[in-house]
């Protein structure tokens, strides 16, 4: 079983940054996916940005030049700097890590990142 634990959201004025993480604990031996997803008020969870391990990181449109997404192992946290936020930026952020080889599916209890003036 993994935990993982989200930190770093809030408020945060338009244009300005914020960065979340996400520390992982348990049995992360076979984790190699991490992502982000965000889900806003009325709208469908949709994914943000991921890695996965020898492979190049992946972002949506929405956020690419402005997010960026890493990992350190020594400490199993996932982060994701945020600059140039935006209003349409704002909604709960989740943490998730899985697998490709195997059926593995870890979600976190999400960090409300609101942008608003």
């Known amino acids: 079983q993994v935990q993982l634990v989200e930190s770093g959201g809030g408020l945060v004025q338009p244009g300005g940054s914020l960065r979340l993480s996400c520390a992982a604990s348990?049995?992360?031996?076979?984790?190699?996916?991490m992502a982000w997803y965000r889900q806003a008020p009325g709208k469908q969870r949709e994914l943000v940005a991921r890695?996965?391990?020898?492979?190049?990181?992946y972002y949506a449109d929405s956020v690419k030049g402005r997010f960026t997404i890493s990992r350190d192992n020594v400490k199993n946290t996932v982060y994701l700097q945020m600059n140039s936020l935006k209003p349409e930026d704002t909604a709960v952020y989740y943490c998730?890590?899985?697998?490709?080889?195997?059926?593995?599916?870890?979600w976190g209890q999400g960090t409300q990142v609101t942008v608003s003036s």
């Open positions: 348990g049995n992360i031996f076979s984790i190699n996916v």
């Open positions: 890695i996965i391990d020898g492979g190049s990181p």
């Open positions: 998730n890590l899985g697998s490709t080889t195997k059926p593995l599916d870890y």
